[in-house]
């Protein structure tokens, strides 16, 4: 089973998004840009690395990078079964869900980003790792310092991130070293993420979160804050705002999973960070990350070979191939289908194969027409598969 994981703050760098800027997901960065009403696109290809890293800008730019890769991987007919964010990846998790609509989300993230910037600028904090101590001892040496720090992040086996006043989490790297850590250094981050400090951005982003619908998820999403998959959208209110003040439980995540049978960890957004650590917590997994549109082939060519399954003669599910692709729909509405949109047609890049409602649906891909996947007056939701092709 495949699980898409989408990264958080941390993950970006400067020109991340050079290599999407002539792809047809692209077109989301406008739409993000035109919501928050902030030039997304320049965030992502010529802002440097200093500025890009402030958390009002890194938090905005790593979704729209996320949700872009996730349109792309979705016209390729490839889903997830569930989903999973680290920290601020839990919203593009959910929006890959359905559960947030994508207007919503950039909202939100926005909003999060700015909250917990103005908190970080009114209360000093910062962020350390801890590597190679047991999950018991590092929060012994965080009690044992006596102050204001506290385990933010359960990454993955040996690996635990901490957060607090500089002086105080200091003192408890002193501490995790003596109880056997292997390092315990900082790194540069402008705040206490996901510690009481961040209490002021909670109580704005709630705010912001009492005005958003959440629907029913196509797929089940694990939220940081229990570890725990969630179908009720009543649940996701309270969940998003006790996540900044609540340790990220990825290592439980990626172990809850691992339990429910998912043997497939996709990463979808800038860089490799999850694929890493699902590498040190779940050694039997299969790890593919997309960040770039030279992935695509890559996750195609992955999720079409043997498998044990294979080998056994057992077929789950259905297969996908490399030569195969989808056309998606570019927006909501009612889908009207080109009087040539049927099986068998040969077409070419950037054929219309019909509308929804004024959009057109563009092909992405030359190719066959093996199946139409829409009828004429379909109500059809973004994203959704119109046509699946034999690309040539």
């Known amino acids: 089973m495949i699980v898409f994981t989408y990264p958080g703050q941390g993950s970006q760098k400067p020109g991340m998004g050079e290599a999407w800027a002539d792809h047809p997901s692209w077109e989301l960065v406008q739409e993000a840009s035109d919501v928050a009403d ?52 839990e919203y593009s998790a959910l929006t890959a869900a359905g559960a947030l609509d994508f207007a919503d989300a950039v909202t939100l993230v926005n909003e999060r980003g700015d909250a917990m910037q103005s908190a970080a600028d009114d209360q000093e904090g910062t962020m350390a790792a801890v590597l190679g101590l047991e999950d018991d001892q590092v929060d012994i040496a965080c009690q044992r310092a006596a102050g204001d720090v506290w385990i933010a992040n359960y990454n993955a086996p040996g690996q635990v991130v901490i957060a607090g006043v500089p002086e105080d989490l200091d003192r408890a790297c002193v501490i995790a070293k003596e109880l056997g850590a292997k390092r315990a250094m900082r790194f540069p981050v402008g705040g206490a993420f996901h510690t009481p400090l961040m209490a002021p951005a909670r109580d704005r982003l709630r705010k912001a979160i009492d005005q958003v619908e959440f629907r029913s998820p196509e797929q089940p999403v694990y939220a940081n804050v229990d570890a725990t998959a969630h179908a009720d959208p009543s649940d996701w209110a309270g969940l998003l705002g006790a996540q900044l003040c609540s340790p990220v439980r990825w290592r439980q995540t990626l172990r809850g999973l691992e339990d429910d049978g998912f043997t497939t960890f996709v990463e979808l957004g800038p860089g490799t960070i999850l694929t890493g650590l699902v590498k040190r917590a779940v050694k039997t997994a299969e790890r593919i990350s997309v960040s770039t549109p030279d992935d695509l082939d890559g996750l195609l060519e992955a999720l079409s070979g043997p498998t044990a399954s294979d080998a056994a003669g057992i077929l789950e599910g259905e297969h996908l191939f490399a030569i195969e692709r ?53 109500r059809v939701t973004s994203r959704q598969p119109i046509a699946w092709l034999r690309t040539r």
Do not use: W
């Not at 079964?81 to 920290?87: D, I, K, L, N, W």
């Not at 194969?353 to 092909?363: D, N």
């Open 326 to 378: 989808m056309v998606v729909s570019p927006g909501a509405g009612i889908f009207t289908p080109a009087s040539d949109c049927s099986d068998g047609e040969v077409i070419e890049v950037g054929h219309v194969l019909g509308m929804v409602g004024t959009m057109e649906v563009r092909s992405s891909f030359a190719g066959e027409i093996k199946g139409v996947l829409a009828y004429e007056g379909e």
């Open 38 to 89: 902030r030039d997304i696109a320049a965030l992502l290809l010529h802002t440097d690395a200093e500025e890009l890293t402030q958390t009002r800008n890194a938090q905005l730019a790593t979704f729209v990078t996320s949700m872009v890769v996730l349109d792309a991987v979705s016209r390729t007919g490839t889903e997830a079964v569930a989903h999973a964010g680290h920290s601020l990846g």
